[in-house]
């Protein structure tokens, strides 16, 4: 049989999704996700399952043990009062969706073994669920450069970023230098707690942090699932759904 993956969606409700879409009426909230997530672990031979916005943690907590393994997918930025701060550069936030997927980080790296992999947004949960904090803004904030590469297709390797000697993302990759596409104008300030920074950009960005002494908690700020005709980028999806069977 194969694994299940738990994938986080987004969250949004507003009803715009809706209407843009033309499938939806005035005052509907809406669940969803990129399907390039879904297609990224089909292609792995994992079964991709959508974990919904839930009103009782119960319900989630049923949803999470019977996962092999979760994902927690991009999307909006993270609400800075989950890290001790107010806003002042940040985008969009999402409250609920921020309130389940620091809840189900947390209770995956606290009460399980189970394999979780971050993307983007999922970097930065899982940074703020062990008690770091991020850049609102990195050009605002850190003073780095624009990494928000939306003149370039989702799929184009445009930057690189420099992998950990012996860390999960070297031995994914198997080389020291690996070059990414980039989406993302929010990142991993201070480290949390066991968090390990394994992946950094050529101007000194956090890109990929595991949590010490657990087999496979990983998460990058990149979009690996977006390069879909990168075997190599697959790799980072073959092991997680590899650990998670």
Known sequence: MKP????????????????????????????????????????????????????????????????????????????????????????????????????????IVENTEKPLLGICRGIQILNVAMGGTLYQDLEKDGGFGHHFGDIYPRNYAWHSVTL??????????????LDVNSFHH??????????????ISSDGVSEGIEVAEKKFVVAVQWHPEMMYDSEEQLKIFGAFVDNCK
């Open 164 to 177: 950990t000697k012996g860390s999960i993302l070297e031995s994914i990759y198997g080389k020291k230098v």
């Open 4 to 107: 299940l993956i738990g994938i986080t969606c987004n969250y949004d409700y507003h009803d715009d999704v809706g209407k843009v879409s033309k499938m939806g009426i005035d005052g509907q909230d809406w669940d969803f996700i990129a399907g390039d997530y879904i297609n990224a672990i089909e292609k792995v031979g994992g079964c991709p399952v959508v974990i919904p916005l839930c009103s009782n943690f119960e319900d989630l907590k049923d949803i999470l043990d019977r996962m092999d393994g979760i994902m927690i997918s991009g999307g909006h930025d993270v609400g800075p009062e989950n890290y001790g701060q107010r806003a002042k550069g940040c985008g969009a936030v999402m409250p609920m969706r921020d309130a389940q997927d620091l809840a189900v980080t947390r209770y």
């Open 186 to 199: 929010q990142a991993v300030c201070k480290p949390g707690k066991n968090i390990f920074v394994t992946a």
